[in-house]
Structures are given as structure tokens and as C-alpha cells.
């Protein structure tokens, strides 16, 4: 038997025999897969339809249908029922701390604008170079309008945002600390507790990113005494293109924060349609205009099914799809050029593995022809992601094994440099 | 026969004759209604569910299932798709006018600031006292945060406001004037082209809120020189409970107004995650987040439906619909102490009509339960809202002819004073 046919065995059969082991592994068929021989490896961009969620969405069209105007008595506390089950079941916070909302970037938006406004006598918002585009976006709109300075801490692109660079950064003119949990290149999981501490150390207030974090690893909001945090529910918590984001505020600051977005729905007793805005003093009043119904129980339903199976349960596995990726990787990928560019250890990393190559672009059109789909990340990074719940480690075992036959053979090279519009 | 009945087979054989000569009538058919006997008179708060609705969300469900990612290379669109709709076929607007986004309330906080920040020599926002609470609260919060004033023109109730009250408010301090062009509780028409040209002349803008008009009636966005709207698509564009929003700038102002709100689909070139925020030039710098792909496709539709049918005839019809509405509500329920709260000129109301009773509230309930779905409006106000595209003349005969058995028989005095949470 050859060397590289022997090892192709072996990686198969440890596949196999982890699949076996895997006691999430009955959670696949709670996912419409409609195309077996797709290897879907990017769930940390847009997870996969759950079973019970088509069935949710189907019930909730024909309520809007049926009930009209009239399901609104039920819908108008959806938003806060999501969030509870985020609270309890996906973050690590209590109920009423978590509320559905707007999106990602406007909740940043909110979320930041009430923390600058409450620190009145500080001047600093920091983030990091390699946090998402769109929270940059927000942070530089907001520090421009308020005559702010974003302070940009320097991060490794493969190894996230340290500690220390955090620290160094801090002194009592900051108002605000805002990183991503998980970051969207590399997967790296900053250090949440140690930066926490430290933000309030010099009186900061800290604001999580945690879009790719909530549902892919531990958050520990509640024991990392974090002050705020929004995330999207349409990556590992399944809810949909485009669902809406999720926010939370800790308890003892709700009623200091005011968000400057003043809707109807932070309004106390919004029907009696008061001149004056008075917003409520729960989680509700961080929630601007009227939310997504359909939205709302796609979120709900997704939120539940990752309560369900229990985020230590998918954090643990997570890793695990991690390691034996990057395994397989060491064995076969580098000798074609493609390097690490997550951390190697899995208490390090989230729900996704990295590599750079420098025609990532070109290998990731040529595996979505060959039946696989990853994620590039400009300028040149594959991204595979891995959904605790449906991802199986043959299916990282095709995938990686498919790329390695597109680099052997170099039919990468048949497909163009140019980027397209949506990568 | 006595006379009460001669009117009431007068009436309905009145209601039959305008159901028989409406040309609109085929577009009920084109509504999912599982309870024919419902009568409902409440689409001016939610429209009803389309049947091409129905089954283009089971549709994209479905694709989010099976193309997961791969969905965004055409979903990445879809925002501008429903914004050249609506420019098109409700709006009198051209393409590249419109895009969906967010909520109405987060729309106006972006319009609205990035109109103040356009004038910042001037520290006025113009609004009236009867506008929509989510108006005049984000005004109230950009008022507070950026040091203006928000200067409250007193409207009339049924009447709605006027040109001379704005006018009066008006000097070279005021930057923006910000309306709802048919109001919410009286469905009374404001003069959008009078208004905009006298703020036009003190060198302010305009920021008019369609919600209640988008769908029911001629929207002159062009013809009045209309700098900026917003408005929502779940009334009478039949989009579902909190669809995504929509707004309109006026070509030549885009690229000076900037809003405050710097998120990744607003940027040119998303995907190319640049460092500095830098955005695009066309309506989608008005964007902020990723947006909902079942919303749009929801919005979509609906538009499509509206537009094929004609603003022209809904807005004629939803006239008729008003003017039988107000003379059976004259014979009938003006002797039970109800009076119209409404403009009695067709061509000054919107898709509804008000009426005003000191017990609204328990007649509202008590219509409730004959199967009768009207709307209430603090603090004493019942909403019949049609909706031109599925509301029969029948309908509203049936649902007067029953107030009017209630008000007889006094069957709403059994019903709680109390107001419930959602109304």
C-alpha cells in the first residue's frame, strides 16, 4: 500500500470512528439538508435551516394570515422571549438581560453611542485593526460625531487581540472597550475575563461583538462582569439570512444607559402613545421600532435547538472538528503552500479553522465547483467553518480532502483572481 | 316595512352594486383569507398575507436550506430590487430612490440626523403634535443629544395639519420639517407639495413618514420635490408583522448627506473589509446592516402586487370605501353619539377612517367579538382601515351594520374600560 493511500485510510477512518463517538451527532437530522453530497463548511457565515424552524416559519406566515392585527398580542413579547432563551441557554446571563433587536451593527451603534454618553468626561473608544469592518465603521461614524478618538490596538491577524495590547492601550480617558469575542478572520477567542477586568480597571466600559461566538463557544458574560454585548443570530444560532441581532446590558447599568435611537418600542406602555419619550427601565428599552415577527421565531427556534444540545456539548465538539482539521491540514495542505492562520490550541479558537494560502480566493471557488463550500476572507484566507450540530468530521475529511486534490492537481488555476462582489 | 330596514337593505344593496362595478375586486382573490366571515377593517395597522407572499417565503426558506451562502449572490440585491418597486409602482419616485432598510424609527433617526448635520448652522427640527409617537420621540432624542429644538406645530386631531401652522413655524433657524404625510390617528392628508415648498423656501428639508400612505394613496414624492422619506411596508404593502422599512433621498442630495450610522452595507465594496469606512455613492450608503432576506422578499412581493394593481385605483377606491364608511356611519352611528374624526373630503384622507366615541375602547373589544376587526387609537378613537386591494364595500357594511346592533343593544358596556397592553 502507498504512504499517501494509507493515510488517506486512516484519516477516513478516524473520521469515522469520532463521528461514531460524537454524542451530538443526532442533532443533523434536526437540519433540512436537502443535498447529502454538499459539503457545507460554512456555517459561521450562515447556518443551516433546522427542521423545526421551516415548520416555525410555515405556522407564523399562516398566524399572520389567520390571526392579523390580532397575533401582535402575543408577538409583541417574542423579542424579549429570544433573548431569555440566549440568556439562559447560549450566554451566560439571566433572564431580561438579553433582548432581540435591529441588527448587529445598529445595536453597536446603540450600545456604544449610550456607553460614550455615560462616560461623559472620556475621550476614547478602543477597538482593535482586525475586528469585524462594520463595527470599525460604527465606532469611526461615532467617534467623528462626537469628537471622539478610536484608539486601533493592534492584533495579530492569525492570533487575535492580547491581553497586553488591550492594556497598553488603556488609561482614564478611555470610555469604551469593544473587540469581538471570536474574531470573524481567524477564529481566534479573545481573552473576554482578563480584557473585562482590565477595561474597568481604568473605569471602562466594555461592548462584545459576539456574532461569532453565541452558539459556537462559551460566552461568559455573567462571570466576566461584562457591561455590554450584541451579536447576529444568523451564524451559529441558525436564524437566517439577515435574522435579527440580539443585544445585552447588565443589569445594574440598564436605567444609567440611554441609546440615542429613541422608537416606540422602548417606550413605556408604548400604546397609551405618551407625547414625551419615556423609556421603559428593562432590556426593552435598548428595542427602537417593530420587530421582525418572522425573524423573531426563526431566532427563537434556532436559539432553542442550541439550548437544547447545550454550548459545552458544541463548544467541546467544535474544538474537536478544529483539531482534526488542522491535522489533516499539517499533513496535506501544507506541503501545497496553505498555513495555519487560527490558533492551534482549541481553547484558543472558535467555531472555525483558517488558512492562508495566497491564491485562497482561487482554491475556494474551485472547491465550491467540486461540491464544497467555504468561506474566503480577503486577501487570502479560506475560512471552514464548522456547525457543532451538522457538521459531521467526514464531511471536513471530504472537504479537506477535495482541496487536496484541487492543489495536486491544479485546477485552482482555472478559475479567476478577481474577487466577486459578494465573497 | 319600517324604515330602519328599508335603510338597511338600502345600504347593502349599495354596497353590493360598488362591489359589483370595483375593478379592483379580482386583487381579493390574490390574499390567503382562511375565515371568510371575519371581517376586517385593521390594514391600515397590518395588511393581510398575500397568496404569492406565502409561497414566495415557503420558497425562500427553501433556499436558504439549499443554497446557504450561496443564497447572497442574488440576495445581496434584493434591498435595491424592492426600493425600484416602490419607486416605480407606489412612489412617484425613479430608481435608485429607494431601498429597504431597518425599521421606519431607525430610518428617520438616519434621515433626520443626516439632515441636521447638512444644515448645522441651524437648530431647529419642525414636527407637529399629532405625529406618530415614534417620530416625535427620535426627533425628541436627536434634539436632546445634538442641542436643538424640536419645535411642535399643533395639528388638529381629525383635520390633520395644516400649511399656514406649518408656515408659521417656520424661519431660516429650522433645518428640517419632518411629517407624516397621512396621519395615523385621523388618516388626514397633509399637503406634501404645499409644505416641502414653503420649508424649501426658508432653505429647509423635508422628512415626510409613508407609512400610512405608501400602498393607499398617490405618494407625489417627485412632483413635490420631496427631499427625504421613510416608511413601513407591513400596512398597506402587505408585507407581515415588522417587515423591514424602507427610504427614499432625493438624487442630487445623496452624496451630501451622510448618516450617522457606519455600517458594512452602506460601504463600497463590502466585501473587500477596507480599514476606513468610505461609502457608496448610490442609495445604499442609507443602508446600515445585513438586512432580512425573508423580509425582502416579503416587501418585494407585496410591492409588486400593489404596483400591478395601480396606486390610481387603490387610492380611488380606498376613497369610496371612506366616503360610503362616513354616510352609513352618519344614518347609523351618529345617533349612537359617534363622530367622524376623519376629513370628510375623500381627496384629504388616507386608507381609513376614524370615528370618535367616548366608550371606542369597549365598542372596539365588543366588535372584537362579533368578528369584527377594526383598530383603536388612544384615547378614544376607533380605525377602520380598509384595504383597496381585499376590503369589499360588503365588508364595511357588516362591519358598521354590527356596531350599530352593538350600540343598540349596549352589548359593549360589558366589556373592560381598562385598556389592554397592545392595542
Not at 443570530?233 to 435579527?244: D, F, R, S, V
Not at 406602555?269 to 427602537?288: C, G, H, N
Request: charged fraction near 25%.
Amino acid at each position: 500500500m502507498p504512504p499517501s493511500l494509507y493515510r488517506v485510510t486512516d484519516f477516513l477512518s478516524r473520521a469515522r470512528e469520532l463521528d461514531a463517538a460524537d454524542t451530538l451527532a443526532p442533532f443533523r437530522e434536526r437540519f433540512v439538508i436537502p443535498d447529502e453530497d454538499l459539503v457545507y463548511l460554512d456555517g459561521n457565515s450562515l447556518g443551516r435551516l433546522p427542521v423545526s424552524t421551516r415548520e416555525r416559519l410555515h405556522q407564523a406566515i399562516d398566524e399572520w394570515g389567520g390571526d392579523l392585527i390580532r397575533g401582535w398580542d402575543r408577538w409583541i413579547t417574542l423579542s424579549r422571549e429570544v433573548g431569555d432563551v440566549l440568556a439562559g441557554g447560549v450566554l451566560d446571563a439571566a433572564p431580561g438581560d438579553v433582548v432581540l433587536a435591529d441588527s448587529t451593527s445598529v445595536n453597536l451603534y446603540k450600545l456604544a453611542a449610550a456607553a460614550c454618553a455615560a462616560r461623559p468626561a472620556r475621550h476614547v473608544i478602543v477597538t482593535d485593526d482586525d475586528n469585524f469592518p462594520s463595527d470599525r465603521y460604527i465606532f469611526q461614524g461615532l467617534a467623528q460625531a462626537r469628537g471622539l478618538e478610536l484608539r486601533v490596538v493592534k492584533s495579530d491577524i492569525d492570533l487575535g487581540v492580547s491581553v497586553e495590547a488591550v492594556r497598553e492601550a488603556l488609561d482614564e480617558d478611555v470610555a469604551l472597550v469593544s473587540l469581538s469575542h471570536v474574531a470573524y478572520r481567524s477564529g481566534a477567542v479573545a481573552d473576554m475575563a482578563a480584557i473585562t477586568a482590565a477595561a474597568h480597571e481604568v473605569g471602562a466600559l466594555t461592548l462584545w461583538d459576539l456574532s461569532h461566538s453565541a452558539g459556537a463557544v462559551r460566552v461568559p458574560l455573567r462571570s466576566a462582569r461584562v457591561d455590554l454585548a450584541a451579536g447576529c443570530t444568523y451564524k451559529h444560532l441558525n436564524a437566517g439570512p439577515g435574522a435579527p441581532a440580539f443585544l445585552y446590558v447588565r443589569a445594574d447599568l440598564r436605567r444609567e444607559l440611554r441609546q440615542p435611537i429613541w422608537g416606540w418600542f422602548g417606550q413605556r406602555a408604548q400604546f397609551d402613545m405618551a407625547a414625551e419619550y419615556d423609556p421603559m427601565d428593562s432590556i426593552d428599552r435598548f428595542q427602537v421600532g417593530t420587530p421582525s415577527v418572522l425573524g423573531a421565531y426563526a431566532a427563537l427556534s434556532g436559539a432553542k435547538l442550541t439550548a437544547e444540545a447545550g454550548i459545552g456539548a458544541i463548544a467541546e465538539k467544535g474544538a474537536a472538528l478544529g483539531a482534526y482539521a488542522i491535522e489533516v491540514s499539517d499533513a496535506w495542505l501544507a506541503p501545497h503552500g496553505f498555513t495555519l492562520a487560527s490558533p492551534r490550541a482549541g481553547t484558543r479558537r472558535g467555531g472555525h479553522v483558517t488558512l492562508h494560502h495566497t491564491r485562497a480566493w482561487q482554491f475556494s471557488q474551485a472547491l465550491r465547483a467540486a461540491g464544497v463550500v467555504p468561506d474566503f476572507r480577503t486577501p487570502d484566507r479560506l475560512r471552514l467553518g464548522f456547525g457543532a450540530l451538522y457538521t459531521r468530521f467526514v464531511d471536513v475529511y471530504a472537504g479537506l480532502s477535495r482541496l487536496r486534490d484541487i492543489a495536486e492537481a491544479g485546477t485552482h488555476l482555472e478559475f479567476p483572481e478577481q474577487h466577486a462582489r459578494v465573497t
